[in-house]
């Protein structure tokens, strides 16, 4: 389904992607709040139920990116695209409007996790070259190996 981003079906299964995602992280907020509030009991309730949404985001997940599909080189060209676009656009437009709005402690959560996205995706771009390097290296010594073996 990956070459199909544009179908309405792809675009469904990212918004139940989402939509699983989000509930994972607010059950386990919820879960956290609950403990403060002494009650360990609903803490765990919302704990199983945060584990159950994270295996239907990526049961949505496997059918957005199949995985035989997909290889590390691509996956981190992903996720750079996606820290990117949180750092150049997302962030900066909800900064932009959290600012409109007199809201200050969103516009200084937004300027952080632009930032930590920039870092991010900083991370991602100096894992993919460190692959590509290793890839590099190991392709030249399977070549020496291959030729060795050969001249036996």
Not at 54 to 64: D, N, R
Not at 73 to 97: H, V
Request: hydrophobic share 40%.
């Amino acid at each position: 389904m990956s070459e199909s981003h544009e179908s309405k079906t792809c675009q469904n299964l990212q918004s139940a992607f989402a939509g699983e995602s989000m509930a994972n992280r607010k059950y386990l907020y919820f879960a956290k709040v609950a403990r403060q509030l002494g009650n360990e009991e609903i803490a765990r309730l919302f704990e199983e139920t945060a584990h159950q949404e994270t295996g239907h985001a990526f049961a949505h997940l496997e059918l957005i990116y199949p995985p035989d599909e997909l290889t590390v080189e691509k996956i981190l060209e992903i996720a750079i695209e996606g820290e990117l676009y949180e750092t150049n656009q997302m962030y900066p437009e909800f900064e932009r409007t959290a600012r409109q709005e007199g809201k200050e402690a969103a516009v200084a959560e937004f300027q952080e996790q632009a930032e930590e996205s920039r870092q991010h995706a900083e991370m991602f771009e100096q894992a993919a070259k460190r692959f590509k390097a290793l890839t590099l290296v190991e392709a030249f010594h399977a070549k020496r190996y291959q030729k060795a073996l050969d001249s036996l």
